[in-house]
């Protein structure tokens, strides 16, 4: 595999893969290469089997391949469950002593982690390291840089555990030097650049923060729950308070109460969650107060798959809410976008006083990847209240106050010499209860069609590549993002794709006017439906040639789309 | 400020009679004593009869779901604790639709007051058992008479360590507006459950019913709220004997004192424009 290779880590839960994938990640990051890592792991804390897998090229990358070029097998199980992922010329690091494996196989690299562990660092909790150690060998890494991030990993546990981990790490890098003598698996190490290797979950938490949400609350649920660990872990740093629900349909009603007293708030879920909420959506919309919503999808229905991805909520949070009331969905594709997206929805449920959704998925929330370091400045915190000082002036009132764009102003409770009423039942411009029907009509108005109004101005554009020149556009929103890409820039000129990091209001002027030529349409989508496709059909009426779809809870990879699309071709 | 400070001009929707008129006056009164301006006061409700009750004051209002009060309530002091925050809720709102709410909020302790119209019936949708209606008790619904064990509120607030758990009577609108003054001085989850006769649904527990049977525990200079076993003996007591008055205390610190937030700026008024986040980019290198 010229450029490129890729490792995978499995084992049971519990055995480390997450660490030794950490300081591997830090390590490639530290040779200038670039990596994309992603975790497959079931809903159980201790047992089964997981994975870490890496894939490290020296040109920035942004999905997956199907096939590993190493596994390293830290149990048995590991050895058979992986044996077919393998790519061609892949090697199985195993320590077959320990695992127990008698036959000999030509695609073995049998390394002695356990007993290294154990003669050197005194506990079979050293495996991890010597398989860093392993690695770094494999990979023709120095031994310097992997001491480094062994160092920084582990300074914490004080020198004496840090000096062990090294003394560990270098019998496997050693070994390893003088017994595998393939070079397969050497890079060239790219410039050291100022990079940052985060998850598309840890993006919208620093977003979230950057933005000034002030008031965080969530019941835990996978795969979600890495944005509240996120925002708490810098929540006395930022002046941010961290709230634990009783349930989801607390936490959503928690973030209003926060949101109509003036702080903006945020709250996150997966589908399940998201069902509990969605009455408390219709509240936002109902009483325009804003909130940021999260949903990060995983396979349902009802339980489903809890650690696995899927994007199957399209329909739902399109729909969600009883009533009709204007919300906006963003749909970001990478771990920037999870950042700027996530500014982006923060700024826009306050101007427009309306709920506004981050529809993710358990691959971009546990994927990683090496990027640019945020531009802070790309998008400013824009606060659309009556101020402080402007309170001061501010007579007569009307929360629910009719206006051209449907947006009232917005005044805080205290800070004006007034008193703001908002209400779930309909009301009129005070914010008092009414069953008047002309009053009904002028506040639907302002909550739909005005609102949407100007929602439609400011839509997060879609992403094209190759419309014009490809022979077929693969179309697909969210986590879809890196594989679209990269599989457009290795077929030539044959693919091109388009990648909508917003859902609704849908795009639908430039989508028909980006794809007004294009030859053959294909969405790529994880879900059974294909409800990218029928809401293409429904806002564009444009003809799609078929869908792509991915349903058994993994995401797609480069090898999995391209062989779908020979169906089509 | 006075009593007409607090006045709204929203018309009043209760029947001519309602028990929820003697709240509405002891809140007034109770606000008014404390010198709290109508600006520097959230009424948080849900929905029922008692939701609809700050509309028909002069403060501010979030008036919410079915069972959602509290949540909104507590948070809305949380990011701003500057606010006085009040729930106006109903036995079918607060301990049925909102029963888990409830609970955890007592165990959060967020310095909110919440208060009950317990009318022991569903007013808003015309007659059916509550939560806290006497077995027996014939219903459009319940056409055999109630059979579920009723919810003893006091007592439940008790064994979750509630620091003011208090019982009012609506028609005794100065003895509820001192209870209403002290769980809002109470620092922390107050609980007041208002006796409040439903005079369309509710022929069992009237005016007469309550009357007869009330007395103010308080009276007896003996007994001492701060004593959680005798307040759990006085809280189970219903029937022939209902006592009223501030039944448990606890000093315990609040939300605010344990998260810290009572010691920083209210986090209404934090700048967020130029948050810098810069310095958590070491922790990703």
Redesign the interface.
């Given at each position: 595999m010229p450029n490129e290779f890729t490792i995978k880590i499995a084992g049971e839960a519990g055995q480390g893969m997450q660490t030794i994938g950490a300081v591997l990640s830090r390590l490639y990051k530290k040779a200038g290469l670039h990596i994309f890592a992603n975790q497959d792991y079931m809903s159980r804390v201790r047992g089964g089997n997981n994975f870490f897998q890496l894939r490290v090229s020296e040109k920035p990358v942004f999905t997956l391949r199907q096939k590993a070029d190493i596994v390293v097998a830290l149990d048995k199980k590991s050895v058979t469950l992986h044996k077919a992922g393998l790519s061609d010329k892949g090697i199985m690091v195993l320590d077959r002593k320990q695992s127990g494996i008698l036959q000999a196989d030509s695609s073995f690299f049998d390394v002695a982690l356990h007993e290294w562990a154990v003669s050197i660092g005194g506990s079979d909790i050293f495996i991890n390291t010597a398989a860093c150690g392993v690695m770094a060998g494999m990979t023709a890494i120095a031994f310097e840089p992997l001491g480094e991030v062994i160092r920084e990993a582990f300074a914490e546990k004080g020198s004496d555990i840090v000096e062990k981990n090294i003394k560990v790490a270098k019998a496997g890098y050693e070994f390893t030097q003088g017994n595998f003598k393939k070079k397969t698996f050497s890079l060239k190490a790219g410039p050291l650049k100022?990079?940052?290797?985060?998850s598309g979950n840890?993006a919208i938490a620093?977003g979230a923060?950057?933005?000034?949400c002030?008031?965080y609350?969530a019941y835990p649920m996978t795969p979600s729950t890495s944005i509240m660990n996120t925002v708490a872990h810098?929540a006395t740093?930022?002046?941010i308070?961290v709230?634990q629900?009783?349930?989801e349909?607390?936490?959503i009603?928690?973030?209003?109460?926060?949101?109509?007293?003036?702080?903006?708030?945020m709250t996150a879920t997966s589908g399940g969650g998201f069902a509990l909420m969605v009455?408390?959506l219709s509240?936002a919309g109902m009483?325009e107060t804003p909130v940021v919503i999260a949903e990060v999808q995983r396979p349902a229905p009802a339980t489903g798959f809890p650690t696995r991805t899927e994007q199957a909520d399209l329909d739902f949070l399109l729909h969600a809410g009883h009533g009709e009331f204007a919300r906006v969905i963003y749909t970001p594709g990478t771990i920037e976008e999870a950042f700027y997206l996530t500014l982006k929805a923060f700024n826009i449920a306050e101007k427009y006083q309306i709920p506004v959704l981050i529809m993710s998925d358990q691959h971009l929330a546990d994927s990683y990847r090496d990027i640019e370091?945020?531009d802070?400045n790309k998008i400013?915190?824009e606060?659309f209240i009556i101020t402080?000082e402007e309170s001061q002036k501010v007579e007569g009132y009307r929360r629910y106050k009719l206006t051209e764009s449907g947006i009232s102003p917005r005044a805080?409770?205290?800070w004006?010499?007034?008193?703001?009423?908002?209400?779930?039942?309909e009301h009129t411009e005070e914010?008092?209860?009414t069953e008047d029907a002309s009053v009904r009509i002028q506040m639907v108005e302002k909550r739909l069609y005005k609102k949407m109004a100007g929602l439609c101005g400011e839509i997060e554009k879609p992403t094209e590549y190759n419309v014009t020149g490809a022979s077929c556009v693969l179309l697909g929103f969210g986590s879809t993002y890196g594989v679209l890409r990269e599989l457009c820039e290795q077929s030539g000129n044959a693919l091109g794709f388009v990648h909508f990091p917003q859902v609704w209001p849908f795009p639908s002027k430039e989508t028909n006017q980006i794809l007004k030529d294009a030859k053959k349409i294909i969405t790529v989508e994880n879900n059974a439906l294909g409800q990218l496709a029928r809401l293409l059909k429904r806002e564009c009426a444009i003809r799609i040639h078929g869908s792509i779809l991915r349903f058994d809870g993994r995401p797609f990879d480069l090898e999995y789309v391209d062989a779908q699309l020979k169906k089509y071709s | 400020m006075n009593i007409s400070d607090f006045k709204s001009n929203d018309e009043i929707a209760w029947c001519p009679g309602c028990g929820d008129f003697g709240i509405l006056t002891s809140l007034k009164k109770a606000l008014v004593a404390l010198g709290k301006k109508p600006k520097d006061v959230l009424l948080v409700s849900g929905i029922g009869q008692a939701a609809k009750l700050p509309h028909y004051i002069q403060s501010n209002c979030f008036n919410g779901l079915h069972g959602r009060a509290i949540p909104p309530a507590a948070a809305a002091k949380i990011a701003n604790r500057n606010l006085t925050v009040i729930v106006t809720t109903g036995d079918g709102d607060c301990y049925g639709e909102g029963g888990n709410h409830f609970m955890h909020n007592i165990r959060r302790n967020v310095d909110i007051t919440v208060i009950v119209h317990n009318n022991q019936i569903y007013g808003l949708t015309k007659g059916q058992a509550s939560p806290t209606t006497d077995p027996g008790y014939e219903t459009k619904v319940q056409t055999g008479g109630v059979i579920l064990e009723p919810l003893h509120p006091l007592e439940m607030a008790i064994a979750l360590g509630c620091g003011f758990v208090a019982r009012g009577y609506s028609a005794d609108t100065e003895h509820l507006s001192r209870l209403i003054i002290e769980g809002i001085t109470h620092k922390g989850f107050a609980l007041i459950d208002v006796l409040q006769p439903c005079v369309t649904f509710n022929k069992k527990n009237t005016y007469e019913w309550y009357g007869k049977r009330i007395y103010k525990v308080n009276d007896d200079p003996a007994y001492d709220p701060h004593d959680k076993t005798a307040a759990y003996q006085k809280a189970c007591e219903w029937g022939e004997r209902i006592p009223l008055g501030i039944i448990y205390r606890a000093d315990k610190p609040s939300y605010e004192d344990k998260s810290g937030i009572s010691r920083m700026p209210a986090l209404v008024e934090t700048e967020i424009n130029n948050i810098d986040i810069a310095p958590t980019f070491k922790d990703f290198r």
């Open positions: 100022d990079t940052l290797f985060l840890e620093l923060i950057k933005a000034g002030k008031f609350t810098y740093q930022y002046n308070v709230e629900a009783e349930d349909i607390a936490a009603n928690m973030a209003l109460g926060a949101s109509f007293a003036g702080v903006r708030a009455e408390g509240l009483t370091p945020f802070v400013k915190v606060r402080k805080i409770p205290s004006i010499e007034g008193v703001i009423y908002a209400d779930s039942d914010g008092h209860i | -």
